[in-house]
């Protein structure tokens, strides 16, 4: 896992929702960064790599497949995860509480 990766999986991991996270998380032919089964949410670390040659388009076809499953994708610029981990942080575990009362109802 590179540094943005750990970070967030070290604050996802204590959340105080009581929510649970797994990370590489298989879902088909794609490993997930992060996965929150009870809410059927993907969680993406993108790197610079992301912005560059096909892999915009890939990950656009990754998105449409999980999407098709019902996996809601939030994808995260690596910088963003040590300039604002508590936001991210605070954003996924709302999407997250928000998915999960909808999938038990």
Sequence with gaps: MTP???ALWLALRGNEAGLRFRREHAAGQYV???YCAAA???????GEAHNHGNRPERDA????WLIAQDIRVLR???????ANLD???????SVALQ??????S
């Design 4 to 6: 943005p990766e750990i």
């Design 99 to 104: 998915r999960r009362t909808t999938i038990e």
């Design 40 to 46: 059927q949410l993907a969680i993406e670390v993108d």
């Design 87 to 93: 936001d991210v942080v605070r954003q996924i575990t």
């Design 32 to 34: 997930l960064d992060f």
């Design 61 to 64: 076809t990754r998105d449409a």
């Design 76 to 82: 995260y610029p690596a910088r963003e995860m040590l």
